[in-house]
Structures are given as structure tokens and as C-alpha cells.
T-cell receptor, first 113, second 112 residues
Framework: DTAVSQTPKYLVTQMGNDKSIKCEQN?????MYWYKQDSKKFLKIMFS???????INETVPNRFSPKSPDKAHLNLHINSLELGDSAVYFC????????????FGAGTRLSVL | GENVEQHPSTLSVQEGDSAVIKCTYS??????FPWYKQELGKRPQLIID?????GEKKDQRIAVTLNKTAKHFSLHITETQPEDSAVYFC???????????FGKGTTLSVSS
């Protein structure tokens, strides 16, 4: 019944590795997002997708590549992981009309060693 | 682009007191202003929101006010309880389906 689900919840990996985080929403929303929350708790938008198309990419390194196979899924692939990538990554979704309420997934805590 | 400033960064109150958190935004095109509460290790959850055609909105112990002219909006929590302790984020956005620009958060501690 979870509206926005992301996996895995925890990810511990070595520098230089490649990893992916998956996100799925069952709310029928057209727009999905990836936000990054750093160690100071700052929440910042990374990507926004509308109906499988990239809308915004906020100064995120090329090592981050989002992929949306359909409008219910938005995955995040990260190449050549760096120490500074350690953070909590939240997926979210929102409707296209009315109030811009965003529903967040439970987050993926990424630790790069 | 939009920039959202939030103050204070930390706020400590006694149980039963009121708490006020203030935010300012820079882009006059923003028209939706939500507040999210994030408990330790959990996801941000919407607690109240306001659209730019409304000046004030209340839901039980929480209220939000918006001054479009000054580009200010505030969260008011009355009769605070220990379970109100969390990080609170304000945000701004334009139409539905656009990204939220968040303030840097306020850590609220309510002591009994």
C-alpha cells in the first residue's frame, strides 16, 4: 500500500563503484523527483521527470543518470561514486494539477567509504 | 531561480508554548508554499500548505500565514507538545508538477 517506495533503504559501498536506487509510485502521478538531503539536512532538488521526460537537472554531475522506464518508475544510477555522494536520497511524486503536494519515499541512505 | 530563506535554524520551547518559524522567498512567480515535518530517520511529511490566493490557513494547532507583497510566510504551532519535536522545512514552488525549493530547515525541540 506504500504510495512511494524506494529501494534499497541502506546502501554502503566503496568509492569508485556504480550503484542504482529504484523508485516506484502507485499514486498515478505524472511527475517524479529525486531530492538529495546532505549531512546538514539540506533538501535539494536533483531531477524532475514528467511523464518519462526530464524536466530539470539541477547542476548535478554527469555521474548521476536518472532513468524513467514508465511514469510510475524513476530510477537513479550513480557512476564512480565519491565520498561526497554520501547522503540520503529521496524520491517523490506529485500530481500535475491542483495543489503541488509531493509525496516522499522513505529515503535511501547512501554511505560511500 | 527561486531562493528560500528560513529562520531560525534551531528553536527550543517549553511544552505548551507557541513556536513560530519564518520563511522568505525570492521569486514572485511562486504560488504554493508547503510546510514539511521530518522526524529523525523518517521521510518529510506535509503538515500544512497554502496557496498564494489565501492569506492564512489553520489546522487545529498549526497555522500558516502568507504575505505575498513582502514574500514572507510563517508557520505557527500553538500549545506545543514533545511530539512536535522534529525538523520543519518550508518550501516554495510554482504550479503543480514543479520541484519544491526548500528552506534549510528548523530544528524544533519541545521540552516537557
Amino acid at each position: 500500500d506504500t504510495a512511494v517506495s524506494q529501494t534499497p533503504k541502506y546502501l554502503v559501498t566503496q568509492m569508485g563503484n556504480d550503484k542504482s536506487i529504484k523508485c516506484e509510485q502507485n499514486l498515478g502521478h505524472d511527475t517524479m523527483y529525486w531530492y538529495k538531503q546532505d549531512s546538514k539536512k539540506f533538501l535539494k532538488i536533483m531531477f524532475s521527470y514528467n511523464n518519462k521526460e526530464l524536466i530539470i537537472n539541477e547542476t548535478v554531475p554527469n555521474r548521476f543518470s536518472p532513468k524513467s522506464p514508465d511514469k510510475a518508475h524513476l530510477n537513479l544510477h550513480i557512476n564512480s561514486l565519491e565520498l561526497g555522494d554520501s547522503a540520503v536520497y529521496f524520491c517523490a511524486s506529485s500530481p500535475q494539477k491542483g495543489r503541488n503536494i509531493q509525496y516522499f519515499g522513505a529515503g535511501t541512505r547512501l554511505s560511500v567509504l | 531561480g527561486e531562493n528560500v530563506e528560513q529562520h531560525p535554524s534551531t528553536l527550543s520551547v517549553q511544552e505548551g508554548d507557541s513556536a513560530v518559524i519564518k520563511c522568505t522567498y525570492s521569486d514572485s512567480a511562486s504560488n504554493y508554499f508547503p510546510w514539511y515535518k521530518q522526524e529523525l530517520g523518517k521521510r518529510p511529511q506535509l503538515i500544512i500548505d497554502i496557496r498564494s490566493n489565501v492569506g492564512e490557513k489553520k489546522d487545529q494547532r498549526i497555522a500558516v500565514t502568507l504575505n505575498k507583497t513582502a514574500k514572507h510566510f510563517s508557520l505557527h504551532i500553538t500549545e506545543t507538545q514533545p511530539e512536535d519535536s522534529a525538523v520543519y522545512f518550508c518550501a516554495a514552488s510554482m504550479r503543480a508538477g514543479t520541484a519544491l525549493i526548500f528552506g534549510k530547515g528548523t530544528t524544533l525541540s519541545v521540552s516537557s
